[in-house]
């Protein structure tokens, strides 16, 4: 029988998690005073019981918070401290390896530019990598070093209201179509992602394509991800979280995905809406088999999902049990640590409780996370990293650890 204990010191991953929904309320509150940001209460239990909630009517009002955070994430100095808070959070819970996403156009435009953001963001996770790797039981080599890697995630669209960034984009370019503005801007962030890369301002490992997926297709920034691929970033897309199979058939085919944030609606033949699609359920099938052929994994968020879509009932609800079945790669992530309450920890804990999981497939699910990561290193580094991770996981398993 696996342990509470075991499942947090376990080495773990987490590849899909929010910058700006991780933020600790209390750091929160603390820059909100110093910036003069309003928020609904100045207490972590009043936030939590009006704001930061335990459950949505849905995703909109999910993404709502979103602003709050946002509002303290304007300066070098807020996002260097946020990025650290957010490693300490995961290496006091075990996790070692982590991708850090957010959206640079959503913090620019004032004081920083692109880059910038890259910057600050980095600043804070190379610092608490920096100071966890000198533990005595890392530098001996009796546990593995913690690592990350950095996502910049395009947006699928904006408004003037989503930054200074953004409005003055839409302002200089007020006579173009506006997915031809989202097209540029996701173009840009690309651009300035491998400069960043390149130049070693920042870690940056791999795009992302996040927003509302009804209505505003991943074709719009086929450019964006071509530049990407050009300058030999990964791939990662938000899809199948708020609409249905097609979304995540456009993001691996149109835009070659390595990776799908969420997926929730893979397995959903209801909510296949192209009237092309004539036999629904064969779609699904040769779908899934597309992904599991060439191991696309899926960026699992089991509490998240739970919040954003209350039509899932309950969690043995949840498609991650088809996932399983389907042996398709996918690996647990948090999403947002603070909007949606959770830990990576917690996570495996909820998925355990929920799902039929042996210890095989749990082991697979951790090795997952690893080998499927964006490692930042060279393949033979990554390769020893990842052989040192599940060494470790087995002495933790075996409680030698």
């Known amino acids: 029988m696996i342990t509470p ?42 936030l939590r019981e009006s704001t930061f909630k335990s459950s949505y009517r ?25 990025a650290y808070e957010l490693a300490v959070d995961n290496q006091n819970e075990g996790v070692r390896y982590m991708e850090v996403r957010f ?29 966890f790797n000198r533990r005595d039981e890392v530098e001996t080599g009796s546990e593995p070093p913690f690592e990350y890697g950095i996502i910049a995630c395009a947006m699928r669209y904006f408004t003037g209201e989503s930054s200074l960034y953004f409005r003055r984009l839409l302002d200089v370019h007020r006579y173009s179509q506006e997915e031809d503005i989202y097209g540029l801007a996701s173009a ?43 300058n ?19 993001a691996v085919t149109e835009l070659g995905a390595d990776r799908i944030g969420h997926g929730k609606s893979l397995f959903n033949p209801d909510a296949v809406s192209d009237p092309e699609i004539a036999d629904k359920d064969q779609y699904i099938h040769d779908l899934v088999q597309y992904m599991a052929d060439r191991r696309i994994t899926v960026e699992v968020c089991l509490s998240s999902n739970m919040q954003t879509d209350p039509g899932i009932g309950v ?26 309450n959770t830990t990576v920890t917690d996570e495996y804990i909820k998925a355990l409780n929920n799902f039929p999981i042996s210890e095989w497939q749990l082991k697979n699910l951790v090795a997952y996370g690893f080998k499927r990561s964006f490692f930042p290193g060279t393949y033979r580094q990554k390769r020893e990293y990842v052989k040192k991770c599940l060494d470790y996981y087995e002495k933790v398993m075996a409680g030698s650890a």
């Open 188 to 230: 840009e962030l690309a651009r300035a992602a491998a400069y960043a890369r390149s130049s070693q301002i920042a870690q940056v490992v791999g795009i992302d394509l996040a927003g509302a997926e009804k209505g505003y297709p991943p074709g719009v920034h086929s450019e964006a991800y071509d530049i990407a691929g050009s």
């Open 103 to 131: 959206a640079p156009q959503r913090y620019a435009g004032g004081e920083m530019l692109l880059s910038d953001v890259f910057e600050a963001v980095d600043r804070g996770l190379g610092r608490a990598k920096a100071e």
């Open 232 to 250: 030999f970033l990964h791939k990662t897309v938000h899809a199948g979280e708020a609409y249905g199979p097609e979304s995540i058939y456009q």
């Open 5 to 46: 204990s075991q499942l947090k010191r376990m080495p773990k991953t987490d590849l899909h998690v929010h910058l700006g929904g991780s933020i600790r309320l209390e750091t929160l509150i603390e820059l909100a005073i110093t910036e003069g940001v309003e928020l609904p209460s100045f207490t972590v239990s009043e």
């Open 58 to 82: 849905n995703l909109e009002e999910y993404l709502e918070v979103f602003r709050y955070c946002g509002s303290v994430m304007q300066k070098f100095e807020n996002l260097d401290r946020i």
């Open 315 to 340: 969690l043995k609800n949840h498609p991650f049990k088809l996932m399983l079945e389907n042996r398709l790669s996918c690996t647990l992530c948090t999403d947002n640590r603070t909007v949606s």
